[in-house]
């Protein structure tokens, strides 16, 4: 029959030499004999806890990047302006020039013409009835219209009431055809009866004066006329502004 088992052994305290050598306590404590009945050995690892080392820890090498990044100093809050958003750029308002006080020395440059345009005399209009006035008569001709028995020759105002029945849209700056037999040229509206009395009709403008056998298509080339020949002034305007053309260069 087997002993009963022995109490449990407690061991003193190790010294500090041998805690911190865990191994030279186990071979201090031996081996057990063959022959020795086993006893049970209580071991508290508090007691044989390393005590605190005094060697140096080695220390760690850092690499030279590393060492540039510690070295450099953090940035604080970024003082750089925002960038700002791109957006649609606006267009400054042209300035105006602004009216001078009166009493005022300065004087504004004088108004130059508009582009495209350039600066001369222009005739004045002859009213309408000194032109009718210049007409000389010519003599009556049947209208060319199939069913109508009026005739051209007459007043204008009573020709424009006649081409008004055979145009319902009216006179108007819009082209319409020539209703002449044998014509049929696109002419303004508004000006038709001139068309029909200088090409059809053959109409003329007199001179003024009674004596002078002077006549003429156009009523423009009346002031010529005068003028060249009778020694009238010109009929001008100081001011006015008319379309600047290129002048055309003659081919031979």
């Avoid at 010109?234 to 003659?250: A, S």
Wanted: glycine share 8%; net charge positive; with cysteine.
């Amino acid at each position: 029959m087997l002993s009963p088992p022995s109490p449990p052994v407690h061991y003193p305290a190790v010294s500090g030499w041998v805690s911190s050598q865990p191994g030279a306590y186990l071979e201090s404590l031996g081996t057990p004999d063959r022959h020795d009945p086993p006893t049970q050995i209580t071991v508290h690892l508090a007691d044989i806890a390393p005590g605190p080392s005094t060697a140096q820890p080695t220390p760690v090498r850092r690499s030279t990047r590393q060492r540039t990044q510690v070295a450099r100093p953090t940035k604080g809050p970024s003082s750089a302006k925002a960038v700002a958003k791109r957006g649609r750029r606006t267009k400054a308002a042209p300035t105006h020039a602004q009216p001078v006080a009166s009493g005022s020395n300065v004087q504004l440059p004088p108004r130059g013409p508009a582009v495209g345009m350039k600066e001369r005399e222009r005739a004045t209009r002859r009213p309408r009835e000194e032109v009718v006035k210049q007409l000389a008569p010519v003599a009556p001709r049947d209208c060319p219209t199939e069913g109508c028995e009026r005739k051209f020759g007459a007043p204008r105002e009573e020709e424009v009431a006649h081409l008004k029945e055979h145009y319902p849209g009216g006179l108007t700056r819009a082209k319409v055809p020539c209703l002449w037999t044998g014509c049929g040229e696109m002419v303004a509206g508004n000006t038709l009866v001139d068309h029909i009395g200088a090409k059809h009709l053959r109409v003329e403008h007199r001179c003024t004066y009674e004596w002078c056998i002077w006549t003429s298509p156009t009523s423009g080339n009346l002031d010529q006329h005068l003028e060249r020949k009778h020694g009238h002034p010109k009929r001008r305007l100081t001011e006015g502004d008319v379309p600047d053309k290129p002048k055309k260069r003659r081919t031979q």
